[in-house]
């Protein structure tokens, strides 16, 4: 049984950082993609970060860029989201998925095969 559980989440202001965590089970960890996506009060779950199996190639929304980083440890079966300079309108809930592509960097939720629970991430003005 594949399990994504993700950590870290919290209440922060505007801002600071926080990392997220997610460790997976259940899966050859190394052979996946993994992504985060976040949904807002009110709004549809949207793309945040993503890395390659490889751990080579990352992507990322443009409202993060500079201000986030995901990164993967394989051998931890764990990625990371680090989240610098938060803003109010980083505030959502954040979700970790793998995906079993394998060329690319996969960006649409369609692309992933399994979901985390998510983690509330909340920033104060």
């Known amino acids: 049984q594949v399990q994504l559980v993700e950590s870290g989440g919290g209440l922060v202001q505007a801002g600071g950082s926080l990392r997220l965590s997610c460790a997976a089970s259940g899966l050859t960890f190394s052979n996946y993609a993994m992504g985060w996506f976040r949904r807002a009060p009110g709004k549809e779950r949207e793309f945040v970060a993503a890395i390659t199996y490889s751990g080579r190639a990352t992507s990322y929304t443009d409202s993060v860029k500079g201000r986030f980083t995901i990164s993967r440890d394989n051998a931890k079966n764990t990625v990371y989201l680090q989240m610098n300079s938060l803003k109010p309108e980083d505030t959502a809930v954040y979700f970790c998925?793998?995906?079993?592509?394998?060329?690319?960097?996969?960006?649409?939720?369609?692309?992933?095969?399994?979901w985390g629970q998510g983690t509330q991430v909340t920033v104060s003005s």
């Open positions: 998925a793998a995906s079993a592509l394998r060329l690319g960097v996969p960006l649409s939720r369609r692309e992933y095969d399994y």
